[in-house]
């Protein structure tokens, strides 16, 4: 069964500030989401990384695949308040029913504080 | 074009009562999922449609949960009897096909068993 381990769950920083959020899986996928959810919305696709060393970047966030060590990260540079959301990674899994389904990581909330 | 929509947005409901979410998928969208976030965990996969048909259910908890797609269009999940730990937050997505396809979620819709 494949799991995904996000860290910290939680996240308080600073204005200004970097960081980075971790997701670590324990078995092969084809692709890998980070998704943006503000409280009461859709889950919004920020970035999909599809093979190893792929590294994609939009604005203050960027996005990087290792699946040699099943790792991605969600790298956030001078953090501003607009960031303060929750941010989920997922994996995308066949299932024995032949269905491609998502699996999540718990979600790191994060806070950027003024 | 309209994004994927869920109603209720909120619903509580005391145990042993029934409770039917309803997902609308985007347009021209085959495929269409179920997933629950219970409180402090992870995002789970309930089922999948393709059209009409059930591709995999086999994240649905138990048999208390029913869900449809009358057409190939909406959906429907009917929790009856609601118990307590069935309350959480039920996102639906859609995409036009199965993999690579990206999927697009809606708001969810909080459910809260007293």
């Known amino acids: 069964e494949l799991k995904v381990e996000q860290n910290p769950l939680f996240l308080s920083m600073q204005e200004g500030k970097n960081y980075t959020i971790y997701c670590n899986y324990s078995t092969t996928s084809d692709r890998l989401y980070w998704y943006r959810q503000d409280p009461g919305k859709s889950l919004e696709s920020l970035f999909v990384l599809l093979s190893n060393g792929a590294v994609k970047q939009e604005g203050r966030l960027m996005a990087s695949l290792d699946t040699k060590a099943r790792l991605s990260t969600l790298h956030i540079t001078a953090a501003v308040h607009d960031l303060s959301a929750t941010y989920f990674c997922?994996?995308?899994?066949?299932?024995?029913?032949?269905?491609?389904?998502?699996?999540f990581g718990k979600g790191t909330k994060l806070s950027v504080i003024p | 074009e309209a994004g994927v929509t869920q109603f209720p947005s909120h619903s509580v409901i005391e145990k042993g009562q029934t409770v039917t979410l309803r997902c609308d998928p985007i347009?021209?969208?085959?495929?269409l999922y179920w997933y629950r976030r219970v409180m402090g965990k992870e995002i789970k996969f309930l089922l999948h449609?393709?059209?009409?048909?059930?591709?995999?259910e086999s994240g649905m908890p138990n048999n208390r949960f029913l869900a449809e797609r009358t057409g190939g269009t909406y959906s429907t999940l009917k929790v009856q009897p609601a118990e307590l730990e069935d309350s959480g937050v039920y996102f639906c997505a859609s995409s036009p096909a199965s993999f690579p396809y990206e999927q697009y979620f809606g708001p969810g819709t909080r459910l809260t068993v007293t």
């Open positions: 347009s021209g969208h085959d495929n």
């Open positions: 997922a994996l995308v899994v066949l299932s024995g029913a032949g269905s491609y389904q998502l699996t």
């Open positions: 449609f393709v059209k009409e048909s059930k591709q995999d």
